[in-house]
């Protein structure tokens, strides 16, 4: 009986059945050879069963069980909650890019007291946070040249406390808790620390950098809280410090795909691929450019005390290119997917009653209705079926 085969990237794997178990040898020069880590990973990914079951990765277990300084032992409960969460990311991490992933968590250092992984370790602590002096809100944390996540204790009974006006107290902090820990989870699965020169590259953003085109915190942070907030469904997003981050990344995976974005995020690669991808609907490298060094400065800027323009030109710049792929998407006669790419933009573009939710002066904000009135526009224009009732504003 022939060998069987299958040929991938050119190279010819052998498939094997040896005592009830499959092995996959790769051939070269007619000779059999055992598979690398890296290549063994990948064709285990292709040929594993599958369920709907969530997929625990023998390798992900093995580090956490081997890495002390992630302070576990003792808690089996936050052991098996945190391998869920590290389970659903490396699940969402692009596999040539999950070595780094897998290198950090090995060397991870979790400072946290995991008694606070349930909110009723505040109940009888509340007077001793109330009476602190730390007025840090932040909950977390990740730091590159230490490789270690930081959670903090102040900034989770701030949350347990926005928790106690909610419906279901519990269930509201637990979430927020697990997605914010999911956030530098994701920060970590993205960051190499060059120890020679003492740069980091996370995500798109590189520190420290003289290069403009190298400063995207605003972008990293919208899309690592975004992929955080999927891999935590429920979670407030109103209550997000990056809620405007990530709407724009919405916005724009709407417009290019997610695939650009997650090879530049995981892979250390700026906004290079990003523009080029702008640019294929419109041919404006300057255009492209100008849009995420927007985003970065709109972030650097924060909460607007006095008027500026830079979200609404942010969102305007958009709307040019999602007219632009609508249009391409309309001679193809391509409607349903039109029509879904309209609502789902609509439902992610800033409006100022998104800003007065956020606590913000939405007068400050000039273009932002601009872009609302430009975003119904479109719709008239190329949403078929669609309530064409202007969007909230």
């Not at 300084?69 to 991490?93: G, M, P, R, Y």
């Not at 995207?216 to 899309?223: D, Q, R, S």
């Not at 469904?233 to 709407?247: A, F, M, Q, R």
Request: charged share 20%.
């Amino acid at each position: 009986m022939n060998d069987t085969y299958f040929i991938i990237g050119g190279i010819k794997y052998i498939i094997i059945y040896d005592n009830n178990q499959l092995k996959i040898k790769k051939m070269e020069n007619n000779a059999l050879y055992e598979l690398t880590e890296t290549e063994q990973e990948k064709i285990n990914q292709l040929v594993s069963h599958k369920t709907g079951y969530i997929y625990y990765s023998e390798k992900v277990i093995n580090i956490v069980n081997n890495n002390p300084n992630l302070f576990l032992n003792n808690n089996q409960h936050a052991k098996e909650q945190l391998i869920n969460l590290l389970n659903w990311l490396e699940d969402n991490i692009p596999m040539e890019h999950r070595q780094t992933f897998y290198g950090n968590l090995s060397t991870l250092t979790l400072m946290h007291n995991f008694n606070l992984i349930s909110s009723d370790y505040f109940e009888t602590h509340d007077s001793n946070f109330s009476q602190s002096k730390d007025l840090d809100i932040s909950i977390g944390g990740y730091n590159s040249k230490n490789n270690s996540i930081e959670i903090r204790p102040q900034g989770l009974w701030h949350l347990w406390k926005i928790a106690q006006t909610t419906d279901n107290p519990n269930e509201y902090y637990f979430r927020q808790y697990m997605q914010t820990l999911l956030h530098e989870f994701i920060h970590m699965s993205s960051t190499k620390f060059d120890r020679e020169n003492n740069i980091a590259l996370s995500g798109f953003d590189r520190y420290p950098s003289q290069d403009i085109s190298e400063q995207n915190v605003g972008l990293n942070e919208g899309y690592t809280e975004l992929v955080a907030m999927a891999g935590v469904p429920g979670t407030e997003d109103i209550v997000s410090p990056y809620l405007i981050e990530c709407s724009l990344i919405s916005q724009l995976i709407q417009i290019i795909g997610i695939d650009a974005l997650q090879e530049s995020y995981f892979g250390n690669k700026g906004t290079k691929l990003l523009e080029n991808e702008l640019c294929r609907l419109i041919n404006d490298k300057e255009k492209a450019f100008e849009l995420f060094r927007n985003i970065e400065v709109n972030y650097q800027l924060g909460n607007a005390s006095e008027k500026q323009n830079i979200l609404g030109n942010i969102q305007l710049t958009m709307l040019d290119y999602l007219e632009k792929k609508l249009e391409i998407l309309s001679v193809q006669g391509k409607d349903d997917e039109i029509n879904k790419i309209i609502y789902i933009f609509e439902n992610m573009i800033v409006t100022p009653r998104t800003l007065q939710a956020m606590g913000r002066d939405a007068n400050n904000y000039e273009g932002v209705t601009d872009s609302i009135i430009k975003l119904d526009e479109i719709k008239g224009k190329y949403g078929k079926q669609l309530d064409n009732n202007s969007i909230s504003r």
